[in-house]
């Protein structure tokens, strides 16, 4: 066994410890201290400046604005971009497969095994993180970022709704998001979710408080009002909401198989800090809006929860010079809404 091997073993067996007494939430919480301690990670977010905007008239409705400099890099990865001699790259050099981790940040970085069903996920933590203890949960194996929406494929949709909750229902006090092709994934080629721990000062979002707000439908789903993006929402115990949630999904394909290749989508889970309740969102996309004008980063879940993320010198300067309210912000967001249906 590898060095590198050794200490991926000797890790996860803690973790796993850690994960029957504490949940995996502990788990993850120590896989950060851990990276910290090892100096993988280097950014505590002791740069980032978050700002809350309310509207005028109505204190209850807020967007908030994460100035995070560090966010920029992430486009240029971490760690080596030539291998070793006699290493073989993996899928181009994809940073979320593990064969190739090993090599980029000189078994630096070490992951936490989780397992949902018979698939196998690694958690990675992101070196470029937006949120405390930011997780990065990648498929094993190198599958694409898009998820199965055809008509007539639905155990795509429900496999990624089915991981996406099961991991949420296990980590309270968490938020989690899939963030698809052109909706935020900036490795596209590569399955992943993404998992952050709400901030102690700030924990609810945006879209959280827009929800208490809804139109109920007759259907078991609601759907938002006063959000500057259209959104579906399922609240209950996490097997409800599974089977709520991929029916009606499948009902929103067929009613829409005409501009299918034109859409991709953002979805969002996570638990109630108490008892077994969890809310799962759903927020159609337009393919190619991951950007918008006057923005450098992509729309992705962050955003579409309400906190849009400023990474830029130019983007700093319109925060401090005043040009950033909540109406600029909710603009920044409706020019990626998306039409639940046509008709």
């Excluded at 018979?118 to 470029?128: G, I, L, Q």
């Excluded at 990648?138 to 694409?144: G, I, Q, R, V």
């Excluded at 198989?257 to 991709?264: G, H, I, K, P, Q």
Aim: net charge negative.
């Amino acid at each position: 066994m590898s060095e590198y091997d050794t200490a991926w073993s000797e890790l996860n067996t803690r973790l796993r410890g850690i994960e029957d007494s504490a949940g995996l939430g502990g788990a993850l919480a120590e896989l950060q201290a851990h990276q910290q301690r090892t100096g993988f990670i280097e950014d505590r977010l002791e740069g980032v400046d978050r700002r809350t905007f309310h509207h005028p008239r109505d204190s209850s409705r807020f967007f908030r604005v994460q100035y995070n400099p560090k966010r920029a890099l992430r486009f240029n990865g971490t760690g080596i971009t030539e291998p070793p001699a006699g290493i073989v790259v993996r899928n181009d050099g994809c940073f979320l497969c593990r064969d190739n981790i090993r090599w980029q940040q000189g078994g630096s970085q070490l992951g936490y095994e989780v397992r949902i069903g018979e698939t196998v996920y690694y958690a990675w933590m992101n070196p470029f993180p937006l949120l405390p203890t930011h997780i990065v949960v990648a498929t094993e194996a190198h599958t694409s970022q898009e998820w199965g929406y055809e008509y007539g494929g639905r155990r795509g949709k429900t496999m990624l709704l089915s991981d996406l909750v099961a991991l949420a229902a296990r980590m309270p006090g968490y938020v989690g998001f899939y963030n698809g092709v052109d909706a935020g994934a900036s490795i596209p080629g590569h399955m992943h979710l993404q998992f952050c721990q709400r901030p102690e000062d700030d924990p609810e979002f945006p879209l959280e408080r827009a929800a208490r707000v809804f139109e109920d439908s007759d259907q078991g789903i609601n759907f938002l009002s006063r959000y500057p993006v259209a959104a579906a929402v399922w609240r209950g115990a996490a097997a409800e909401v599974i089977e709520a949630a991929s029916s009606w999904m499948s009902q929103w394909t067929h009613r829409n198989r005409d501009r299918l290749n034109n859409l991709t989508a953002n979805f969002i889970a996570s638990k109630d800090q108490a008892g077994d309740g969890l809310s799962l969102y759903f927020v159609p996309r337009a393919r190619g809006t991951s950007r918008v004008n006057g923005l450098h980063g992509l729309i992705g879940g962050l955003e579409i929860l309400g906190e849009v993320v400023f990474s830029s010198p130019e983007e700093k300067k319109l925060l401090d010079d005043g040009a950033i309210d909540y109406f600029a912000l909710a603009s920044y967001l409706a020019r990626v809404r998306t039409p639940m249906f046509l008709s």
